[in-house]
């Protein structure tokens, strides 16, 4: 399997949008249970695009397996920027996470961003591990802050400085 690693084209907003509602449906990993709709989705990839922000995806056979971005806040925040990212079931464990993170942070440095902050659940013990891994360290912890069919998690807060 070859699994291309590239910055996000408009085109690629459908079958992101179907990773995207594919890794929300699973309930575990992101805060949304399912994607938003396809303009809504189609607005946000066209935003990072004009905005230049990173925004990488994983690309097998034309489908987007994975993705990661990282969207600089506004005004007194556009120094800091909130990292997003996820692997479809059938592509983890394979260092795609990775490959995408590293693609992403060295844009925001590009993009002059000082600092990449994400949220991740305690449960994730995966994507926590990369993220120590890659340099965040956590910041903070939200006690069950998230609760989802019956079960608690708690929300883990991590940063990495980039300058």
């Not at 069950?144 to 708690?154: A, E, K, T």
């Amino acid at each position: 399997m070859s699994v291309e690693i590239r910055e996000i084209r408009s085109g690629d907003a459908p079958s992101y949008r179907a990773a995207l509602d594919a890794v929300c449906r699973e309930r575990r990993f992101l805060a949304g249970l399912a994607a938003p709709p396809p303009r809504a989705t189609q607005a946000f990839v066209n935003r990072n695009l004009a905005r230049g922000h990173p925004h990488f995806v994983a690309v097998d056979a034309g489908a987007v397996v994975g993705w990661c971005d990282a969207i600089p806040g506004d005004a007194g925040a556009a120094h800091v920027a909130r990292m997003g990212m996820a692997v479809a079931k059938p592509y983890r464990g394979q260092g795609i996470g990775r490959r995408l993170m590293e693609a992403v942070i060295e844009k925001a440095r590009q993009n002059g961003i000082e600092k990449i902050e994400l949220s991740v659940y305690a449960s994730n013990l995966g994507a926590v591990a990369l993220y120590v891994s890659a340099g965040f360290a956590t910041e903070g912890k939200k006690l069950r802050g998230r609760l989802v069919d019956g079960s608690y998690d708690d929300v883990v807060l991590m940063g990495l400085f980039l300058s």
